[in-house]
T-cell receptor, first 110, second 113 residues
């Protein structure tokens, strides 16, 4: 069983729609959860971090965490073509071990 | 506002050659990591360090070595390069002071021919 699993996609949404990205993790001791965006040929950049159950909003981005279900998601509202990228889910476990999902490729169609 | 700096950005190696990828961070982070990312794939941890003088293997350490003589620097050494080591390499760092957020360097593209 992989530590972090994501739907690889690709996911396509029209401009202005809501994009929903999902991630599950295996270790109940996981402490911190992150979403990174990675453009082709670039390094991952942090979009959102979330540490407790519930929702966390930052502009057009909302991260949702459900520790009981071991599930974390990212919603992108009013999707823009510039949001087209690969989104990586990352989970921080004990001892500052980070595990990354394989990423979900998102394409926003103008 | 340098953050994590990696060099070189691009390199072509011949099979059997050796080289060192340099990584330095100016955020005084204790934790540093080396990942590789193959095309269309996720990040795989090669080695990590929790502080100067302490290193440990990650998921895919074979063919690599690291050292951590200072807090700032975490070089990755490739010995006897093989085509399977063709990849993009990312150095990263984090600490509690940054909310355990992991920050990445810009990457080093390595091709072994």
């Amino acid at each position: 069983q992989k530590e972090v699993e994501q739907n690889s996609g690709p996911l396509s949404v029209p401009e202005g729609a809501i994009a929903s990205l999902n991630c599950t993790y295996s270790d109940r001791g996981s402490q911190s959860f992150f979403w990174y965006r990675q453009y082709s040929g670039k390094s991952p950049e942090l979009i959102m971090s979330i540490y407790s159950n519930g929702d966390k909003e930052d502009g057009r981005f909302t991260a949702q965490l459900n520790k009981a279900s071991q599930y974390v998601s990212l919603l992108i509202r009013d999707s823009q073509p510039s949001d087209s990228a690969t989104y990586l889910c990352a989970v921080n476990q004990r001892g500052n071990q980070f595990y990354f999902g394989t990423g979900t490729s998102l394409t926003v169609i103008p | 506002n340098a953050g994590v700096t990696q060099t070189p950005k691009f390199r072509i190696l011949k099979i059997g050659q050796s080289m060192t990828l340099q990584c330095t961070q100016d955020m005084n982070h204790n934790y540093m990591y080396w990942y590789r990312q193959d095309p269309g794939m996720g990040l795989k941890l090669i080695y990590y360090s929790v502080g100067a003088g302490i290193t440990d293997k990650g998921e895919v350490p074979n063919g690599y070595n690291v050292s951590r003589s200072t807090t700032e620097d975490f070089p990755l050494r490739l010995e006897l390069a093989a085509p399977s080591q063709t990849s993009v390499y990312f150095c990263a760092s984090t600490d509690k002071s940054s909310g355990n957020t992991i920050y990445f360097g810009e990457g080093s593209w390595l091709t072994v021919v």
